[in-house]
């Protein structure tokens, strides 16, 4: 396990309350042992965001007795991602922004488990029945905010993005054109920016989606919110270029999939346009 320091600050809180229970227990330890003695709190990221996924009384003592870096390690564990974007809307909705933010939220035991725990458990079975009940597909028209959010989204992804001249040109070329965003329980985990040619083609500039939320079908949501938008401006073709099969990247291999699987054919091949070493396929879709 790799742990290293990090600010308390700078890691946001997924939790509403504190247990005073728990709080008693864990300070007690913590004045016996000494609060340079602790085990790593463990973190997650998507994008920007930093976050406890555990912990979080461990780091409010912490806070509370002068230590401003902390040992942290990032969970390897696969996480419930939803939840926890739900989990930091209801932080940021209750201005709840950092550690030291759940100092006045200490409550009993009781009320804990009212509050909290309970809270919980009716989320995770909402999000059972429908994790995605609460994506919103819409345009983004900011300019700063398209250029910030690709390049957030495109940095975290250097399998498909790893190119920084490419990341730079999409940043930029993003600004000018209609920018879709999926955005789920106030985060923005993926876009698409479409660039129309001639009014007759509408072409997937580019599309990317924080990998923690690959094959959830919000991609297909995405695409599906394209090509209405093509149907409601009589757009009669989609099309988007990706990396050929003649090309071995199984990521791409998936990309291509995806694209297959929302009804894009392959139309030509461009074997040296992006580089000999790149093949480029050009794929097409007829918007019916």
């Known amino acids: 396990m790799y742990t290293f320091k990090a600010n308390l600050r700078a890691i ?17 330890l913590f004045e ?16 920007r965001d930093v976050f406890f996924t555990d912990g979080h009384t461990r780091a409010l003592i912490l806070w509370q007795n002068g230590k401003r870096r902390v040992n942290v390690y990032y969970e390897p564990d696969d996480l419930d991602w939803i939840m926890y974007l739900e989990n930091l809307e209801w932080c940021r909705t209750r201005k709840i922004g950092s550690i030291q933010d759940l100092a006045a939220r200490i409550t009993s035991e009781q009320a804990y488990q009212e509050k909290w725990l309970k809270c ?31 390049e957030e989204i495109l940095r975290s992804l250097p399998q498909w993005f790893g190119i920084e001249e490419a990341i730079r040109e999409y940043t930029e ?18 876009f698409c920016a479409v660039s129309v040619n001639y009014g007759i083609n509408a072409d997937l500039y580019v599309l990317a989606i924080f990998e923690e939320f690959h094959g959830r079908g919000i991609g297909t949501r995405m695409i599906e919110f394209v090509t209405a938008y ?37 139309f030509e091949e461009f074997p040296t346009l992006w580089g000999e070493g790149n093949p480029c396929l050009y794929m097409l879709k007829e918007v019916k």
């Open 12 to 28: 946001r809180p997924t939790q509403l309350y504190i247990s005073e229970k728990k709080y008693r227990d864990c300070l007690a």
């Open 32 to 47: 016996q042992q000494g609060f340079d003695v602790n085990e790593p709190l463990p973190i997650k990221k998507i994008g």
């Open 120 to 150: 919980c458990s009716e989320s995770q079975a909402r999000l059972l029945e429908n994790p995605l009940a609460d994506l919103v597909i819409d345009f983004e028209k900011d300019h700063r905010a398209k250029s910030l959010l690709c």
């Open 173 to 190: 070329k993003v600004k000018e054109l209609p920018f879709v965003t999926a955005i789920l329980y106030g985060k923005v985990i993926g």
């Open 230 to 266: 093509c149907q409601q401006n009589a757009i009669p073709y989609m099309t988007v270029k990706t990396l050929s099969e003649r090309h071995p990247d199984r990521n791409y291999q998936k990309t291509r999939q995806f694209y297959e699987k929302c009804g894009f054919r392959a």
